[in-house]
């Protein structure tokens, strides 16, 4: 049997939870939007880790329904009341600002400024949060005690923004394999200071991308770090000629926290992709939730609209939009842990794993079951749990490999992890019981 593609092995260390976590608290306090120099910082720190190809597609530029919007930066930004003491600071937290605020520098009361504030009176002491790409508006947003508690006076409200004409960047790095069939792992680098949506993402897939560096792999991978839905419009855009070469993929977003896991299949729901991510998920000794498409959530719902339709679902721990802690200065560098970010990192890199190595094979004995036995591979009397599960192995490899069944239908129906399937697969090729079919 073919070992070479051994990336489960090859690419999960223990300690690989520390690398991502100590590269997303690196990432953690740029200012990022959809554009701008957050997005060329936090490129710039993955290409530090990998060949990273970065592309700068003009304002205006027309991508599908959409046109790239004008490029957003911002130097600074804050809120002084009378005495001149600054209460709301960007210095502070980058959240204190609506992404894409128009500048404004300008004295106004209480009440003006209420019509420029976002607060979450539910959970007073968090920053929400908020963005405004499309509709040309500025805001702040702030804790909604701290907004309970300014004075009815005159305030100074400043922010230093540009918004002109300029680029969208996104990066990408492609990991040849013997095809050039593709496995697309896609991540969101728009959002500002929030650790777990989705620093922990971008760092998952720069650590995976970087320890695949000469593995060799039956399929390519490609992966992309692109503001989320413009960016992935863009690059569908720009590559529609070569989408159909994408045969897997996942969008990898929120891998930092304890919760889930959570996987929302492709559109398709039935692909290789899918059965591969549920199939490692229900043997992982975790508590899944799998959910079925919907057309909300992150950039599956460009790679999987209809005039794609291509096989890519969303992983996650904790399902978007379901936590306390989403889109609010909650999800910090506290919110998530290396241990989480192991766990989801081997979840992807199992899936993968499978995706590499399953194939189909045939029985060489298929007239009735080969006197195992005699050849040292059956019975070992009042066996562990282990010994059971390879002898149902063996038997369900050995009656379902008729040259049409692929070791993942095998893994499915016969109820026991891929890895116990393969294991065995192995020791009946070396006993001649079993040859890939051609
Ligand atoms: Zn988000």
Not at 36 to 52: C, E, K, P, S
Not at 55 to 61: K, L
Not at 94 to 112: E, I
Not at 383 to 388: E, F, L, N, V
Request: charged residues 20%.
């Amino acid at each position: 049997m073919n070992v070479k593609w051994d990336l489960r092995d090859r690419v999960v260390t223990e300690d690989i939870g520390e690398a991502i976590f100590a590269f997303a608290s690196q990432i953690y306090p740029i200012c990022r939007s959809i554009t701008g120099q957050g997005v060329r910082q936090t490129l710039h720190a993955i290409g530090a880790h990998i060949d990273l190809k970065i592309h700068e597609v003009p304002t205006g530029t027309a991508v599908f329904d959409w046109f790239i919007p004008r490029e957003w930066n911002i130097r600074e930004a804050y809120i002084k009341n009378r005495s001149g003491e600054k209460i709301v600071d960007f210095a502070q937290s980058n959240l204190h600002v609506m992404s894409y605020s128009v500048p404004v520098r300008q004295h106004m009361s209480l009440a003006q400024l209420k019509k420029h504030v976002y607060t979450l009176p539910d959970q007073p002491d968090l920053i929400p949060y908020r963005t405004s790409y499309y509709a040309e508006n500025w805001a702040f947003c702030l804790p909604h005690r701290l907004l309970e508690s300014l004075r009815d006076e005159t305030y100074e409200v400043v922010i230093d923004s540009s918004l002109a004409d300029g680029y969208l960047t996104y990066g990408e790095y492609l990991h040849k394999g013997e095809t050039e069939e593709e496995f697309l792992l896609s991540a969101h680098v728009c959002h500002p200071s929030l650790a777990n949506d989705n620093c922990s993402g971008v760092a998952l897939l720069t650590h995976l991308a970087k320890r695949m560096a000469g593995v060799q792999t039956r399929y390519s991978y490609r992966f992309l770090f692109a503001p989320g839905t413009i960016g992935a419009i863009t690059w569908l855009a720009q590559n529609e000629h070569r989408s159909q070469r994408i045969k897997y993929g996942l969008v990898v977003s929120m891998v930092g926290d304890c919760g889930g896991p959570t996987y929302k299949k492709s559109r398709r729901g039935d692909t290789k992709v899918d059965r591969a991510m549920v199939h490692t998920l229900r043997h992982s000794g975790l508590a899944p939730s799998i959910l079925d498409f919907t057309p909300y959530g992150y950039d599956e719902r460009q790679y999987c609209s209809p005039g794609f339709d291509l096989p890519v679902g969303l992983f996650q721990r904790s399902k978007f939009g379901e936590i306390p802690q989403y889109h609010t200065s909650a999800d910090n560098l506290d919110f998530i842990h290396p241990k989480h970010l192991t766990a989801s990192y081997r979840l992807i890199a199992e899936t993968m794993d499978l995706v590499e190595n399953d194939a189909v094979y045939r029985n060489t004995m298929p007239k009735c079951e080969p006197q195992l036995g005699r050849r040292g591979l059956y019975g070992m009397v009042g066996g562990d749990k282990d010994t059971a599960a390879s002898n149902m192995a063996m038997l369900w490899i050995l009656n379902l490999s008729d040259g049409t069944h692929s070791l993942l239908d095998i893994a499915e129906r016969a109820d026991l992890p891929f890895a116990v399937i393969r294991r065995t697969a192995q020791l009946l090729q070396r006993h001649g019981l079993l040859i890939e079919r051609a």
